[in-house]
């Protein structure tokens, strides 16, 4: 058998493409590509929060209201990423963003809608400006208008409301 070129040794060691992150992309942080074609192949909400529930081992979202709260969230933005048009690229990537947004938000006490909409944005930023280190171009202008208006409409409009579910001692 021939010697494998140095180049396929990179990618075996790197992982396939799709399967693990390269920073400061996050895309394939939370969701591989097989995953996210997994999602995007669902036909039916009932298939979309199966995969959710499953994905994130979050079987109890039914009876938790932490659990709720998180499947809600997770679907709503794997949904709209659908309905944009996104790529499965911007798909994880979006996901992601959104995740650790939320995680930000509810680390701890007391932060403002000001401070998560702030850390959304260099997240966001990260994903799509040109010529700046530790930032890369993935998502469009067209692309970062439609994500933040539907997080500002959505996430930040309701910030305080899933935010004090997820804190309160249930």
Excluded: C
């Excluded at 969701?31 to 979309?48: C, G, I, R």
């Excluded at 809600?72 to 309905?83: E, H, N």
């Excluded at 992601?96 to 966001?124: D, M, P, S, W």
Aim: net charge negative; glycine share 4%; charged share 25%.
């Amino acid at each position: 058998m021939p010697p494998k070129a140095a180049a396929e040794e990179e990618e075996e060691e790197e992982g396939e493409i799709g399967s693990v992150p390269v920073p400061p992309n996050l895309a394939w942080t939370d969701l591989t590509l097989p995953d996210v074609q997994e999602f995007l192949a669902t036909t039916t909400p009932e298939d979309s929060l199966e995969f959710i529930a499953k994905k994130f081992e979050l079987s109890d979202y039914e009876t938790n209201a932490r659990s709720t709260i998180t499947v809600d969230l997770y679907l709503w933005i794997l949904s709209f990423a659908r309905d944009a048009g996104f790529n499965e690229e911007k798909t994880s990537a979006a996901f992601t963003i959104l995740k650790q947004t939320h995680e930000y938000a509810t680390a701890g006490e007391g932060r403002k809608v000001e401070e998560t909409f702030k850390e959304f944005k260099k997240l966001v930023l990260q994903h799509s400006l040109t010529g700046v280190p530790d930032h890369i171009v993935l998502f469009t202008p067209a692309d970062v208008k439609l994500l933040t208006a539907y997080v500002t409409n959505t996430y930040m409009k309701h910030y305080r409301s899933p935010r004090y579910r997820l804190l309160a001692r249930l």
